[in-house]
């Protein structure tokens, strides 16, 4: 039996925690995936913010789905011990909010360079991540960001079987693969539905590459989300709406349209 399970970026509605929380809760969205707040990224949040948040959270009664962190956001030229302690300290966070899953990326290739020239060094960082994990509980989850290692399906892929991993697990995002002009459905779904845990829910046109709300682009999210729930996925639609250059994504009002929008599809299928 299916369950979908709605989660959301809150730092899309507002840099205010609360106010995330307010708006969340008016939408009847229960969960988040904690990305920011204040304008800081969840792993540059000093102890201080951090129990402030997790107060707030708990007395709202708002789980957090995922720790949004920007891991493997990095160019795969930069310097990884670094980026390697800020890993430790998302895993850490994890813990504290008993956030099941840690999403991140697979590294910025540079412009116009053969990416399959830096698979090894992809895997050499993303193992490191795997045994830094290993017995932690949680799950890593890839992102298929436009412009890193695994943007396109095939790539993913590659990342999913090499790694053989049974806490690494990809999360979906349906917008992304259109900006990468690849097709969502069926050819990346079918490659990736074994590994997909997670699902970004953002759509957007191939046309000009705009972000729009769930089921009215290319992403062909009334199909995947149709086919996830005949094939009996349990998991989080991670709203993450995007509706205009910067953030917050457009604030409460669109995030409604947003919300709306998902639920429009769910009600359809």
Same mark, same amino acid.
Request: charged content about 25%.
């Given at each position: 039996?299916?369950?979908?399970?709605?989660?959301? #970026?809150?730092?899309?509605?507002?840099?205010?925690?609360?106010? %995330?929380?307010?708006?969340? =809760?008016?939408?009847?969205? *229960?969960?988040?995936? #904690?990305?920011?707040?204040?304008?800081?990224?969840?792993?540059?949040?000093?102890?201080?913010?951090?129990?402030?948040?997790?107060?707030i959270? =708990?007395?709202?009664?708002?789980?957090?789905?995922?720790i949004?962190?920007?891991?493997? =956001?990095? =160019?795969?030229t930069?310097?990884?011990?670094?980026?390697?302690?800020? #890993? /430790? *300290?998302?895993?850490?966070?994890a813990?504290?909010?008993?956030?099941?899953?840690?999403?991140?990326?697979?590294?910025?290739?540079?412009?116009?360079?053969?990416?399959? /020239?830096?698979?090894?060094?992809?895997?050499?960082?993303?193992?490191?991540?795997?045994?830094?994990?290993?017995?932690?509980?949680?799950?890593?989850?890839?992102?298929?960001?436009?412009?890193?290692?695994?943007? +396109?399906?095939?790539? $993913?892929?590659?990342?999913?079987?090499?790694?053989? $991993?049974?806490?690494?697990?990809? +999360?979906?995002?349906?917008?992304? #693969?259109? %900006? $990468?002009g690849?097709? +969502?459905?069926?050819?990346?779904?079918?490659?990736?539905? %074994?590994? +997909?845990?997670?699902?970004?829910?953002?759509?957007?046109?191939y046309?000009?590459?705009?972000?729009?709300?769930?089921?009215?682009?290319?992403? /062909?999210?009334?199909?995947?989300?149709?086919?996830? /729930?005949?094939?009996?996925?349990?998991?989080?639609?991670?709203?993450?709406? *995007?509706?205009?250059?910067?953030l917050?994504?457009?604030?409460?009002?669109?995030?409604?349209?947003?919300?709306?929008?998902?639920?429009?599809?769910?009600?359809?299928?």
């Open positions: 039996m299916s369950r979908f399970i709605i989660s959301c #970026f809150g730092d899309e509605i507002s840099s205010d925690l609360a106010e %995330q929380v307010a708006v969340m =809760k008016a939408n009847d969205v *229960h969960a988040l995936e #904690f990305r920011s707040m204040d304008g800081v990224n969840i792993l540059d949040l000093p102890p201080a913010q951090l129990e402030r948040a997790a107060s959270l =708990k007395g709202e009664g708002i789980a957090v789905s995922a949004g962190s920007p891991i493997g =956001k990095i =160019k795969i930069d310097p990884f011990l670094p980026h390697m302690d800020r #890993f /430790k *300290h998302a895993l850490e966070l813990h504290f909010f008993n956030a099941p899953y840690i999403r991140m990326f697979s590294f910025f290739i540079p412009v116009g360079s053969d990416p399959a /020239k830096y698979r090894d060094e992809v895997l050499w960082r993303w193992g490191h991540f795997v045994d830094e994990a290993r017995g932690s509980g949680v799950t890593l989850l890839h992102e298929n960001e436009k412009d890193i290692y695994g943007d +396109t399906a095939l790539r $993913c892929l590659d990342l999913m079987q090499t790694l053989n $991993c049974d806490y690494v697990r990809a +999360t979906f995002d349906p917008a992304n #693969f259109v %900006q $990468c690849e097709e +969502t459905y069926p050819h990346a779904f079918n490659l990736l539905e %074994q590994w +997909t845990v997670y699902m970004h829910i953002k759509d957007a046109r046309s000009d590459h705009a972000v729009v709300p769930a089921g009215q682009g290319d992403g /062909k999210l009334p199909e995947i989300l149709g086919a996830l /729930k005949q094939h009996g996925y349990s998991g989080y639609l991670s709203i993450e709406p *995007h509706l205009n250059d910067s917050p994504g457009g604030g409460p009002e669109l995030f409604k349209v947003a919300s709306d929008a998902l639920k429009s599809v769910l009600n359809a299928i």
